[in-house]
């Protein structure tokens, strides 16, 4: 009777042990970290991508933020990130032609349309001659910049020139503009000194503006505009790696979309394929 009570009460044991190894198996599931190279402290959009990541495949980002345009680039090349989120398709490329490394897109994010911007002037026809005004001294953001001034009529830019157009590369200045050439990430601290500067949205949004309100003129958003979406970059060997073609799909959601429009208020735009499209009266406040 004693060998048989010890018996069913190990056997008791080992059920209950088996059924402890079934539900640990699946809660010890190990988390893989991606480490996310961004710009500045708004990466609302990243948050919620993060969020649902963890919760839905154990991958938790882990966003390594920046303070210029420059490190984000470094740091994944040198493996200090596995991806980063900040620059356009073209800051991407010319990167890469002046540094021979081999960074690729793996996914388009939003479009951030670069602003004019003036703690003095309310419009830009109030510009006067010789007017002080600063543009990023990269040569993909300062080829935009100069886009931006032509628009406003200000100057005029050789065509030939195309999206990567340098200050050598303006035909007339009939303001005679006093263009400076500053790292992108100062253009907004240089208000205080300068009459005009040329921002990009993510800079503008760190340093307090709302670009959907206070851009005295801001890049229209259309079929030209592809230069300039921004992507997720990973290093060429990676571009196949499931893990990051996961964090891809995961931003690329309706969701992510929505916060998008929360929280920049018509300062980003989505721009991967399906996303939701621009409403007529969003693409024209791009023109501001």
């Not at 157009?165 to 400076?180: A, F, M, R, Y």
């Not at 998008?260 to 791009?286: C, H």
Request: proline fraction near 4%.
């Amino acid at each position: 009777m004693k060998l048989k009570l010890a018996a069913a009460g190990l056997a008791a044991v080992l059920s209950v042990s088996l059924v402890g190894c079934s539900g640990s198996s699946s809660d010890s599931e190990e988390t893989t970290t991606v480490k996310v190279g961004v710009y500045g402290d708004n990466n609302e959009p990243w948050e919620t991508a993060a969020a649902n990541l963890e919760e839905n495949e154990n991958i938790e980002i882990e966003l390594v933020k920046f303070s210029d345009y420059v490190q984000p680039n470094q740091a994944l090349s040198d493996g200090s990130v596995d991806l980063n989120s900040f620059q356009t398709q073209i800051y991407l490329e010319t990167y890469n032609s002046e540094h021979g490394t081999d960074l690729t897109s793996i996914g388009y994010t939003i479009i951030e349309p670069m602003g004019l911007y003036s703690n003095t002037y309310d419009d830009l026809d109030a510009l006067p001659d010789g007017a002080t005004v600063t543009i990023p001294n990269d040569v993909s953001n300062g080829g935009r910049a100069l886009k931006l001034l032509e628009k406003a009529g200000l100057i005029t830019v050789d065509p030939e020139a195309g999206v990567t157009g340098t200050k050598e590369d303006i035909t007339d200045n009939p303001k005679n503009l006093q263009i400076t050439e500053l790292d992108a990430a100062q253009t907004a601290r240089s208000l205080s000194d300068s009459d005009l500067a040329a921002i990009n949205a993510d800079i503008a949004v760190d340093a307090g503006l709302l670009p959907s309100e206070d851009a005295l003129l801001r890049e229209e958003v259309g079929e030209e505009s592809a230069p300039y979406y921004n992507v997720i970059a990973a290093r060429a060997e990676d571009t196949d790696n499931e893990t990051y073609k996961k964090v891809v799909e995961y931003f690329q959601t309706e969701e992510v979309a929505q916060t998008i429009a929360d929280a920049y208020k018509g300062s980003q735009f989505p721009v991967w394929e399906g996303a939701p499209s621009l409403s007529p009266s969003a693409a024209q406040s791009t023109a501001a």
